[in-house]
């Protein structure tokens, strides 16, 4: 029972494999020109479609919830 008890622990403790690692591309340089670009953007909205999806969600949400807040203030 306890070499069944030792094997399962020295198995538990084995890290998983790490010859199939892939080296990570470094994309900071392409984002930071993004960023920085003069567009007339604001940073906020710089991101793409989703990033103006969310500040229109957002936005929808605070509407709705300031006119939903403020029927029952009345």
Known sequence: M???LLS????S???I???SRRPLENRVPEK???FQE???LPVY???GIMDGLLYRFTMGL???GKAHTETFML
């Open 2 to 4: 306890w070499r069944s």
């Open 8 to 11: 399962l622990r020295q198995a």
């Open 13 to 15: 403790q084995r890290t």
């Open 17 to 19: 494999s790490t010859a």
């Open 32 to 34: 930071q020109k993004l």
């Open 38 to 40: 003069d567009n007339g």
């Open 45 to 47: 909205l710089k991101g």
């Open 62 to 64: 605070t509407v709705f």
